[in-house]
């Protein structure tokens, strides 16, 4: 999954290049910035801007930045054009532009348009101004207001047409650290994640990937501690499922797995697990059975031939079967994230 974070000129630059660097180190690959809030005043905006970009240059962190004509008179600009010479090159485009305009805007930026609110007709307008919409990319809102944020099916419908026309598609979840002011109530793109702490912002990330979305970043400007290392397994899409192990056990449950690409309802099933085995020489002997409760780690004995060793994490309550060994469970807290270790994702399991 690729994760990106948010900046603000009213955080301040010493916050702002602690903030880049502690994303940079958990895998962040985008950064997205609003030049157009009203509550930011008593600020240099042009001066602040510069080293905004500058700092996101340095770090290797393109950052999509939301204006509106209004912006200009902020920056000293005269034409949008001229953010260019600011080092703007990704831009979020919402109402105040006519399809000519925008496809002009194409030829010199990357053109980020407001997903939550585009309609087809729009799309339309553009190519039929000459758009290439390889130019292109989609990015929902945030919502500071409660009760205002989308549905989730409502994104996933918007992302799978946008991503059928082949464009990139960007969502935000709240942040748990520092809230965005003036309502300081999170800037999730989704309501159902407003109020979102710790692992449940992991899930809502989570959530919006699974709903078709490419890139999802958080909306307030910075994270707690431990909220920051589920952000940098989100990056390396491989999740960490804690777990009661059962002594003995602890190498058939080592490294990296993924669950295979053509999902079962029932179980998880390490792509490398049978191969773990194999190498570390393991056959493993026949334990009673047990029952598999939702989150049930098993490795398959000798009685399941070719298919011995092979770990499977159980997604929902199974019945005994003699060719498994229950070997630990996941604990309660990381339940949840078991819906979401589907297609390929990766993970590993930590004993507790």
């Given at each position: 999954?690729?994760?990106?974070?948010?900046l603000y000129?009213?955080?301040?630059?010493?916050?702002?290049?602690?903030?880049?660097?502690?994303?940079?180190?958990?895998?962040?690959?985008?950064?997205?910035?609003?030049?157009?809030?009203?509550?930011?005043?008593?600020?240099?905006h042009?001066?602040?801007?510069?080293?905004?970009?500058?700092?996101?240059?340095?770090?290797?962190?393109?950052?999509?930045?939301?204006?509106?004509?209004?912006?200009?008179?902020?920056?000293?600009?005269?034409?949008?054009?001229?953010?260019?010479?600011?080092?703007?090159?990704?831009?979020r485009?919402?109402?105040?532009?006519?399809?000519?305009?925008?496809?002009?805007?194409?030829?010199?930026?990357?053109v980020?348009?407001?997903?939550?609110?585009?309609?087809?007709?729009v799309?339309r307008?553009?190519?039929?101004a000459?758009?290439?919409?390889?130019?292109?990319?989609?990015?929902?809102?945030?919502?500071?207001?409660?009760?205002?944020?989308?549905?989730?099916?409502?994104v996933?419908?918007t992302?799978?047409?946008?991503?059928d026309?082949g464009?990139?598609?960007?969502?935000?979840?709240?942040?748990?650290g520092?809230?965005?002011?003036?309502?300081?109530?999170?800037?999730?793109?989704?309501?159902?994640?407003?109020?979102?702490?710790?692992?449940?912002?992991?899930?809502?990330a989570?959530?919006?990937?699974?709903?078709?979305?490419?890139?999802?970043?958080?909306?307030?400007?910075?994270?707690?501690?431990?909220?920051?290392?589920?952000?940098?397994?989100l990056?390396?899409?491989?999740?960490?499922?804690?777990?009661?192990?059962?002594?003995?056990?602890?190498?058939?449950?080592?490294?990296?797995?993924?669950?295979?690409?053509?999902?079962?309802?029932?179980v998880?099933?390490?792509?490398?697990?049978?191969?773990?085995a194999?190498?570390?020489?393991?056959?493993?002997?026949?334990?009673?059975p047990?029952?598999?409760?939702?989150?049930?780690?098993?490795v398959?004995n000798?009685?399941?031939?070719?298919?011995?060793?092979e770990?499977?994490i159980?997604?929902?309550?199974?019945?005994?079967?003699p060719?498994?060994?229950?070997?630990?469970?996941?604990?309660?807290?990381?339940?949840?994230?078991?819906?979401?270790?589907?297609?390929?994702?990766?993970?590993?399991?930590?004993?507790?």
């Open positions: 999954m690729r994760t990106g974070i948010s000129l009213s955080t301040g630059a010493d916050d702002n290049a602690a903030i880049v660097s502690r994303a940079v180190s958990v895998g962040a690959s985008l950064a997205f910035t609003s030049l157009q809030i009203p509550e930011e005043e008593g600020i240099d042009a001066r602040e801007v510069h080293q905004l970009l500058g700092l996101c240059h340095e770090a290797g962190l393109p950052l999509v930045a939301d204006v509106s004509p209004k912006t200009l008179a902020l920056l000293g600009c005269d034409t949008m054009h001229d953010l260019i010479g600011l080092g703007v090159d990704h831009i485009l919402d109402y105040g532009f006519t399809p000519a305009q925008v496809v002009e805007l194409s030829q010199d930026f990357r980020v348009f407001n997903a939550s609110t585009i309609t087809r007709d799309v307008s553009w190519r039929s000459g758009a290439d919409l390889a130019r292109f990319d989609a990015c929902h809102n945030f919502y500071p207001k409660p009760l205002t944020g989308l549905a989730l099916p409502a996933a419908r992302n799978r047409w946008l991503a026309l464009l990139t598609t960007m969502a935000f979840v709240p942040g748990d520092t809230l965005r002011g003036p309502l300081h109530e999170g800037l999730p793109t989704v309501e159902a994640h407003r109020g979102a702490t710790g692992d449940a912002i992991a899930l809502a989570l959530e919006l990937a699974d709903a078709d979305t490419d890139v999802v970043l958080v909306g307030d400007p910075d994270l707690a501690g431990e909220t920051w290392n589920r952000m940098a397994q990056s390396a899409d491989e999740l960490v499922l804690r777990a009661s192990v059962d002594a003995g056990w602890e190498d058939a449950v080592a490294g990296l797995h993924h669950d295979r690409p053509d999902s079962s309802e029932y998880i099933r390490s792509q490398e697990s049978r191969g773990y194999a190498a570390g020489g393991h056959a493993y002997e026949a334990l009673p047990s029952p598999r409760p939702f989150g049930s780690i098993s398959g000798v009685g399941y031939a070719r298919y011995a060793g770990l499977e159980a997604r929902r309550d199974l019945a005994c079967e060719r498994v060994n229950v070997i630990g469970q996941v604990i309660g807290e990381d339940l949840p994230f078991l819906e979401h270790v589907r297609a390929g994702r990766g993970f590993r399991i930590l004993p507790v």
